[in-house]
């Protein structure tokens, strides 16, 4: 079945630097969108960074100029770099793809388990 396995979290300190990756395995026909979305105890969960369907990229705005994402069409991956770290960033990542599995006509969305980040001294 369909499976997105993310990793690289971690504990940083402020002003660090984390690379988060997303891989997508099972049988599948095509990924729609990918993005990275996070959630801070007591927070709902948020949008931090996407690839929309049509290829474009959208950030939140608390993390532009800092974060970027990226991604590998033939490797159906799709990478997280965040720099200059702040402790606002702390949360859980997770990594979300709308996703067509192979032989069907509709997409659905998936998730991953998601990956603890931790920025603190």
């Known amino acids: 079945q369909v499976q997105l396995v993310e990793s690289g979290g971690g504990l940083v300190q402020p002003g660090g630097s984390l690379r988060l990756s997303c891989a997508v395995s099972g049988s599948i026909s095509s990924i729609n969108a990918m993005g990275w979305y996070r959630q801070a105890p007591g927070k709902q969960r948020e949008l931090v960074a996407r690839f929309t369907a049509g290829g474009s990229t959208n950030y939140t705005d608390s993390v532009k100029g800092r974060f970027t994402i990226s991604r590998d069409n033939a490797k159906n991956t799709v990478d997280l770099q965040m720099n200059s770290l702040k402790p606002e960033d702390t949360a859980v990542y997770y990594c979300?793809?709308?996703?067509?599995?192979?032989?069907?006509?509709?997409?659905?969305?998936?998730w991953g388990q998601g990956t603890q980040v931790t920025v603190s001294s």
């Open positions: 979300r793809a709308l996703i067509a599995p192979a032989g069907s006509p509709f997409t659905y969305y998936y």
